[in-house]
């Protein structure tokens, strides 16, 4: 139910992913509306480069249907994902990725 907020996600892979180490999210409306690397908050990257929480669900979703293997952790009190790691493909070298989403401040 909430629809705007803030949160810092990790994102941490040997994937050749352009878009890892940590990032404030910026959504409004359900909408990203900007990310900022940090610490170095001068740096900004494409907002489609990171996910709505919605977003994040969609990722859950779609490691459960086609990931070798998924652990997902979620906050006790919102419910919204804290931590995923995915490896799409079980025994392969550098497909891994985690999200950790920390900071996250939104009020219905």
Same mark, same amino acid.
């Given at each position: 139910g909430i629809s705007s907020y803030s949160m810092v ?30 610490? /170095? $908050?001068?740096? *900004?990257?494409? #907002? %489609?480069?990171?996910?709505t929480v919605q977003g994040l669900f969609d990722t859950?979703? +779609?490691?459960? /249907? $086609?990931?070798? *293997?998924?652990? #997902? %952790? ?12 995915? +490896? ?9 990725? %985690? ?10």
């Amino acid at each position: 139910g909430i629809s705007s907020y803030s949160m810092v996600v990790h994102r941490s892979c040997f994937c050749g992913q352009p878009y890892v180490g940590p990032a404030r999210v910026v959504v409004q409306n359900g909408t990203v509306v900007s990310v900022t690397f940090l610490p /170095d $908050r001068t740096h *900004s990257v494409a #907002v %489609t480069a990171y996910r709505t929480v919605q977003g994040l669900f969609d990722t859950i979703r +779609d490691g459960i /249907d $086609r990931a070798g *293997s998924i652990e #997902v %952790t979620y906050d006790a009190t919102r419910g919204f994902p804290t931590r995923i790691a995915i +490896d799409w493909v079980k025994n392969a070298i550098d497909d891994e990725i %985690t999200y950790t989403i920390t900071e996250f401040n939104g009020s219905p």
